[in-house]
């Protein structure tokens, strides 16, 4: 929900926009727990590409607190 927020608010600015102003970027989507960065974001840290693991708790409470 909320990145759906900050797109919506994205569109509204960009439409209500000055035509002389700069393009806004898009936003990035919120990070989210089990959602780790790919290797090419992280720099090749030697992890396996594509395996996934769950949450820890830590990272769900860091998450919804």
């Known amino acids: 929900m ?5 797109e919506a ?5 960009t ?3 000055d035509d002389d102003s700069e393009p806004l ?3 990035e989507p919120i990070p989210r727990p089990g959602n780790e960065p790919t290797d090419t ?3 090749a840290s030697g ?3 594509g395996e996934k693991s769950a949450p820890t ?6 998450f919804f607190l």
Request: glycine fraction near 4%.
């Open 41 to 43: 974001e992280r720099g």
């Open 9 to 13: 608010n994205w569109m509204f600015a």
């Open 47 to 49: 992890d396996t590409a």
């Open 57 to 62: 708790t830590d990272q769900l409470l860091q």
């Open 2 to 6: 909320i990145d759906q927020l900050a």
């Open 15 to 17: 439409v209500n926009r």
């Open 25 to 27: 970027d898009f936003p």
